[in-house]
């Protein structure tokens, strides 16, 4: 393939994709990833395509933008459907498809990272991957988190979707955010011989990496937290959209004079739960109700034990910080959350794992009672290394004309990468 030559005061262009229908997990993790390909690593300029308006909250560092599209969110089945307009999802995706296509033929990226679903919502990516292979300037790569689903899931949806063919026609390689000793994609769900040879884990995102995109506004809105002098239990919820249950279970825990705590809802929590979580944080002075913080890392940094769901951006916060954690996962319509917070407390890098079904304010009471806690050095035995190796695999595509794996040569590889 070949690549567009870039002289020294060109400043390659690298756009990334993420469908956002839930949550914004995806968002952050590709802010993260941007800020670090806008760095001193590779110097590029960035142009996020997300499909969450909320990513308008945040403040992109330098050399970064985004071009938001009009929402897709899912039923709770796991069903597509329109967020906000009254319209068809059909209507809505080819609208997308436009958007998406123009944006991308106007920005020309020497690299397109696409996260998560190698076609986009629907297959509305398709007409810019092919266009972006056509032209013959664009390293694509489909970057993939630690675990998607069951394996069986995995396997039969990419079997429906046709996704190996679709890899394998367009993309050069696919980046794996996570660490084959704790969830070997390439293995467990059954990657074709082909896919593993242009798969590389480049490893968890160290979250402690400051986004530079926040004003202080944000941090002294948590101040008032620590007035008591009491450490912090934070409560997180993800998005929001399936946290009721723990963060009403949490509200109905006293943690006075032991603890303080604080719920971090998510914007899209609904308005009924939120009302009685207001109203029951109302009376108290050890119980405080955070409606959204752009990021999240700032109460986790500062909390002596953490309560989560089991998304990929929290769980990643969480070993980033080293934090003493009980994990709620979710566990419908997707296995993922369930499945990588019981590896993780299999391997002891977390401290407790609940199922839904067995959720108690009880429960939570008496886990954070507990004085027997181990300490644990996380980074030891788990690989955070991706925000530094991203910027040297970006660098090696754009300098090589060959395989991934020439490409990884010429970024100084590492054999320890690969699967």
Same mark, same amino acid.
């Given at each position: 393939?070949?690549?567009?030559?870039?002289?020294?005061?060109?400043?390659?262009?690298?756009?990334?994709?993420?469908?956002?229908?839930?949550?914004?997990?995806?968002?952050?993790?590709?802010?993260?990833?941007?800020?670090?390909?806008?760095?001193?690593?590779?110097?590029?300029?960035?142009?996020?395509?997300?499909g969450a308006c909320e990513a308008q909250r945040y403040r992109m560092p330098a050399g970064v933008d985004c071009l938001t599209l009009p929402a897709i969110g899912k039923t709770p089945d796991g069903q597509y459907q329109s967020r906000r307009l009254r319209a068809p999802l059909s209507d809505l995706v080819e609208l997308r498809t436009a958007v998406i296509q123009h944006a991308l033929e106007s920005f020309q990226p020497d690299l397109l990272l696409v996260d998560n679903i190698p076609q986009g919502v629907e297959g509305e990516l398709l007409p810019s991957l092919r266009h972006c292979r056509d032209s013959g300037?664009?390293?694509?790569?489909?970057?993939?988190?630690?675990?998607t689903d069951a394996p069986i899931a995995v396997r039969r949806e990419w079997a429906i979707a046709g996704n190996t063919e679709i890899i394998r026609d367009l993309y050069d390689c696919i980046w794996i955010y996570g660490d084959p000793r704790i969830y070997?994609?390439?293995?467990?769900?059954?990657?074709?011989?082909?896919?593993?040879?242009?798969?590389?884990?480049?490893?968890?995102?160290?979250?402690?990496?400051? #986004?530079?995109?926040?004003?202080?506004?944000?941090?002294?809105?948590?101040?008032?937290?620590?007035?008591?002098?009491?450490?912090?239990?934070?409560?997180?919820?993800?998005?929001?959209?399936?946290?009721?249950? #723990?963060?009403s279970a949490f509200a109905q825990v006293s943690f006075a004079p032991r603890y303080t705590g604080a719920i971090l809802a998510g914007p899209f929590l609904d308005s009924k739960t939120r009302v009685a979580l207001i109203n029951a944080c109302a009376p108290r002075d050890d119980l405080l109700l955070i409606d959204f913080l752009a990021d999240p890392r700032l109460l986790i940094e500062r909390a002596a034990r953490v309560i989560s769901m089991g998304g990929y951006n929290t769980i990643g916060e969480i070993l980033s910080f080293e934090k003493r954690?009980?994990?709620?996962?979710?566990?419908?319509?997707?296995?993922?959350?369930q499945i990588r917070a019981q590896r993780l407390y299999e391997l002891d890098l977390i401290d407790a794992v609940v199922h839904p079904d067995d959720l108690s304010p009880d429960v939570l009471s008496s886990w954070l009672a507990r004085d027997d806690l181990p300490v644990r050095h996380v980074r030891d035995r788990i690989d955070l290394g991706a925000l530094d190796r991203i910027p040297m695999l970006s660098a090696g595509l754009l300098a090589s004309s060959g395989t991934p794996r020439a490409a990884i040569s010429a970024a100084g590889g590492a054999s320890n990468w690969l699967p």
């Open positions: 393939m070949a690549s567009r030559t870039l002289t020294p005061n060109q400043r390659p262009r690298v756009a990334i994709y993420s469908h956002d229908t839930m949550g914004l997990g995806h968002f952050r993790r590709n802010l993260l990833l941007a800020k670090q390909l806008s760095g001193d690593g590779l110097g590029a300029n960035v142009l996020l395509i997300s300037r664009t390293r694509l790569i489909l970057g993939l988190r630690d675990i070997d994609r390439t293995r467990e769900d059954g990657l074709a011989p082909d896919l593993v040879e242009r798969s590389i884990f480049v490893g968890y995102l160290d979250q402690r990496l400051p #986004l530079g995109s926040l004003d202080g506004l944000e941090a002294a809105r948590l101040e008032p937290l620590f007035a008591s002098g009491r450490p912090l239990v934070a409560c997180l919820v993800g998005g929001g959209q399936d946290g009721a249950r #723990l963060a954690s009980l994990v709620v996962p979710r566990v419908h319509p997707r296995a993922e959350q």
